[in-house]
């Protein structure tokens, strides 16, 4: 890769899972970000590959972003409106947000973050959600310098932890 490359800056798209490109960017990017260090190690297997796309574009709540960099895939973010039940009103969850190692520290995941909250003060959202994992410490302080906090209602029950039941 060139020094050009490197310091270009991103160019951030809504994912349109009707593009073979976007799809094949999308499935290229969370099959890297999955294998990674911060992911579970390991890629998606052949049949998670193939019904990635599908799945999400039979979900009206998904957005996503890919951020691109001279047309290479470089980062994307993987949305999905839903409901803050106390101040009845729409909020937009991260569920992925992932910066392919070529192109990490260049900005390319603050520019992805500024397309999220762009997209979720077009919908109306109260706020914005994500998980992260406490180890990842660069991650953590990304969101904690784009104005994102722990949640917590009350101090004295702290902050909220993120749990999964798996049906498999």
Known sequence: MNPDTL??????????LGDARHVAAL???VDEYAAGPTGRGYGLDANA?????????AR???VGFLAFVHEQPAGLANCFEGVS???????LNIHDIAVSPRFQRRGVGRALLAAVEREARAR????????????????????LAAGFEPWELDPAMGAAR???????
């Not at 590959?49 to 574009?57: F, K, Q």
């Not at 039940?85 to 909020?91: C, G, I, K, N, V």
């Not at 109306?124 to 969101?143: F, P, Q, S």
């Not at 993120?162 to 498999?168: L, T, V």
């Open 7 to 16: 310091a270009a800056p991103a160019r951030i798209v809504p994912i349109d």
């Open 27 to 29: 499935v290229m990017l």
């Open 49 to 57: 590959r193939a019904r990635l796309a599908p799945v999400l574009a």
């Open 60 to 62: 009206s709540s998904y």
């Open 85 to 91: 039940t106390f101040r009845a009103e729409p909020l």
């Open 124 to 143: 109306g959202c109260c706020k914005i959600t994500l998980e992260v994992l406490e180890g990842n410490e660069r991650a953590v302080r990304a969101y």
């Open 162 to 168: 993120f749990y999964e039941r798996k049906f498999y």
